[in-house]
């Protein structure tokens, strides 16, 4: 070892190295708007033969720092050989011009991002250690940050499944404070939520205005499709605006009691947005981070009183009745220890709830039970009286036994109907849902009885056909559980925004014959 | 509901509708080499104003199947709304560009890639439901077709932490069945694998000269680091060709008894190739994938007889004895269901062994121990003895307690020597390393005993400065478990081939004071 042309440093030295030696690994780049959009990925392109590329370890999907006059991201790096940059220059995706809200041609400092001491917490949890409210709370600002990479959210996802009681509690806590924290002066704050699996099930549209127009407050936000064709607030943007700021919700809820918006307009728990891309793209949902969720959402609404609808059947989410128990119970648990009150009743979860499936199709069906229509969904009526009943009698002040009538006379009175209107106008004004002209009806060319209907293999037509990002795209369905179908006897339509889309989700349904089972009568 | 504007079809005609359905959805688009490397990834870019594209139902991340005349593959989608792309025309990655080895401007397919059944077999996996052999079997080759996006990958992964023993022994064989496997008509064949986390542990390139020089057949296949800062296959590769092809490794191996060179040339369970890219991004080992990934590379190799070294230590691998207890139970179970003859012997991992860390600072340390220099290191000459003679008295007829002295008989007359140099020669052409001038001795100011050292952040000192990638890129230790060292004492040397990464190294190291910790002797 030749000693004479090294540097000779020591450990006290720190604070004489640790500044300078930062800068000789970055790179300064001038910013190039590159047009790609790579939705929430935050990407950063730069060139091969960029002379400091070498010496500072850059290569394609190295995580780097990027930083400007006033903002700073992690992104993940590409590296191109082709003339798309001149030399000095850095391409970004959109998500990371906006991010950085990049001035043209400004100059951004590029430097190794660093190793992410929180994933070191979920490889812990990976191998044995449990998690502490204080690990879950660096993880979460990291994730809201988006120090994250996909593969890492993935991974931390994948972990959850096995999360205990006390991760999923403080999962919902930690959660809960990573956006905004609705405070109210009413009380009580109830709320319900559906813990879903169920297509068409739209309940909140119905039971919110009962309940408001009853004289309870309960300011809904509802969320987005995770994994299904359309979520609460899919359906209700068809009718109503749901991105309301904070102010106008609460404008809202002051003036009629209640309101259906999207939870992510007014930032609640934004870190559940992040992990749902994630969940989304898996087709995931597991059952803590599921509780957790809900629960976080619910804690930063400033909700007091919630009721969970769980639907049980064998394709629901909820698929059996041990499952149910073990769900109850977090729920239940976590619930208690983040100081909700909480109630949790099990429903039927065998078949589609209504007969619309996607965000027009189901509106239409909210309307026509909300005007007491007589082509209205039974099922969905019914199911939507039961949660208004059971929150009246639970939290209302209304006897025991006594509820289901209460809110049967709401709606049935058209007080029920006054009142969404009223929320409808409040919420920016009501549009009538339209039904689109590309459809192909399915019909069956068996005689039997319906045995069976498959609600995810339903959902997934749905999907394929747009919805929930076409609202008009979706599935009717005319067939039901335990009823008698003729030979030519129409089972469904499926209904698109485009031809294409629709010929996608019917060359599904006739590549999985199992979506609607018809059999002998027995 | 209007029936006359609508198609009627049923159920039974799923062949007639079934095929033309297909190409509705479906793009054709020219060829364009955006000379984007994006490493495994493959990808491809489509303009946003693409006519197709609503109707297909297209978006960024969106997963599609792109074919031409000769290949077809799964690709993650990104929608450019800039003048990179002409109208009609599709962008790929470098990656994805090789693997459809297109022709210039050659039309492409592109159509929404089906859902990919057997990640449900995953997702049932994390909902509790076991994976079969027959699901593993679709699950790898899906992953070798590269059907799984990386965030699947990392959801896979992280799940196999919870395998049980039999999915283990799936995986295992299942693995060894995506590459080729080698038949051999020597008997036994003979193996070593150490499971790693001890920087420096090059025993391998040692004991197969020493267990092929006494007339044992040892095809050694080595990996290149997963998260290490050298894999035995880069330590080796500064030395001579690594890279063989089946053939050339069957030659070496008639001519000489054994070989050490890097099994993905062999292509033996390339599926875990991939797997690797994903562990080596989130830094993570699972205990099932590693020793399915190790067997099922032993297993295609044909290996017959296989001894484990398993280091020990706070900051190796395997940092407890009753980790080990259950790792070595479960290298035991899954060997035996596959039919290999398997020893697992527990090893010292308190501290590196050897001197250097990194690929040429390693291949010193082994040159300097095969050509009996007085600075060769002990410890790794003691350490390759010990393993030579234990699998010298199990398969090679060597009466117990002489297998050490026979090893060490071996290595001192200089057989070894001759061996491994026929062995590099057979290989391609012996190769010195050599050191590289960027380096910085790093002393201490305290006097006192060497109390700890920390084997994860001297490999990652080790990693930053560039290794593996940058093969004179390292770590030289002189610091040692228990010994005094007096003020000014130089601890290490890190070396690197810029200073970019020399710096980013000792940046993290002064951020980092626990890597040697040094206290009063007690």
């Not at 500044?19 to 939705?39: G, M, N, Q, Y």
């Not at 059952?287 to 804690?299: D, E, G, R, T």
């Not at 041990?322 to 239940?332: M, P, R, S």
Request: glycine share 8%; hydrophobic share 40%; proline share 4%.
């Amino acid at each position: 070892m030749d000693k004479s042309d090294t540097l000779s440093s020591s450990l006290h030295e720190t604070d004489n190295l640790g500044t300078p030696l930062v800068s000789i690994s970055a790179l300064t780049l001038k910013a190039r708007e590159l047009h790609i959009d790579t939705r929430k990925h935050l990407m950063a392109f730069i060139r091969g033969d960029c002379p400091l590329c070498k010496s500072a370890g850059f290569r394609s999907e190295t995580r780097v720092n990027i930083t400007n006059k006033t903002h700073s991201i992690i992104a993940t790096l590409m590296v191109l050989d082709s003339p798309l940059l001149k030399t000095g220059e850095i391409g970004l995706s959109n998500s990371a011009w906006e991010k950085l809200d990049v001035q043209k041609e400004e100059n951004l400092i590029v430097t190794l991002a660093e190793p992410l001491d929180s994933f070191g917490y979920v490889r812990g949890k990976l191998h044995g250690k449990n998690l502490t409210e204080a690990n879950l709370k660096t993880i979460m600002t990291d994730i809201l940050e988006e120090r994250y990479s996909d593969i890492q959210l993935s991974s931390f996802i994948t972990a959850c499944i096995n999360f205990t009681q006390d991760e999923t509690i403080a999962l919902a806590k930690t959660m809960s404070e990573t956006g905004h924290q609705l405070k109210w002066l009413q009380h009580p704050i109830v709320d319900k939520h559906c813990v879903g699996g169920l297509p068409g099930n739209r309940t909140t549209m119905i039971v919110v205005p009962i309940l408001a127009a009853f004289g309870l407050t309960i300011p809904k936000t509802s969320s987005r499709a995770i994994t299904s064709p359309s979520g609460t607030a899919d359906t209700m943007d068809v009718i109503a605006p749901v991105d309301l700021s904070i102010e106008s919700m609460k404008g809202v809820v002051e003036k009629e009691g209640g309101c259906i918006i999207w939870g992510g307009s007014v930032d609640l728990s934004p870190v559940d947005d992040v992990l749902v891309q994630i969940e989304r793209a898996l087709d995931l949902d597991s059952m803590n981070q599921l509780v957790a969720s809900v629960l976080s959402k619910k804690i930063a609404a400033g909700s007091t009183h919630v009721l969970i609808d769980m639907p049980i059947g064998p394709t629901a989410k909820v698929r059996f009745q041990n499952e149910a128990h073990v769900l109850k119970d977090l729920f239940l648990k976590v619930g208690e220890a983040v100081g909700l009150q909480l109630q949790v009743v099990e429903t039927d979860g065998n078949q589609p709830v209504g007969r619309g499936i996607g965000p027009v199709l189901e509106a239409r069906d909210v309307l026509s039970v909300l005007r007491g229509k007589k082509e209205a969904p039974q099922d969905l009526k019914e199911r939507s009286l039961f949660l208004a009943g059971n929150i009246l009698e639970c939290w209302g002040g209304v006897a025991a036994g006594k509820g289901l009538g209460e809110a049967q006379k709401i709606l049935e009175t058209g007080l029920a109907l006054k009142k969404f209107e009223a929320i409808c106008k409040a919420q920016g004004g009501m549009r009538e849902p339209r039904l689109s002209p590309i459809k192909q009806v399915v019909t069956t060319n068996q005689k039997g009885m319906i045995l069976d209907i498959d609600n995810r293999l339903i959902s997934r037509i749905a999907k394929l056909a747009g919805a929930p990002d076409s609202p008009a795209a979706g599935v009717d369905l005319y067939a039901s559980l335990r009823t008698p179908v003729e030979k030519g006897q129409p089972l469904f339509t499926i209904y698109a925004e485009s031809p294409g889309e629709l010929n996608y989700a019917l060359n599904y349904f006739y590549n999985h014959q199992n979506v609607i089972l018809i059999g002998e009568k027995d």
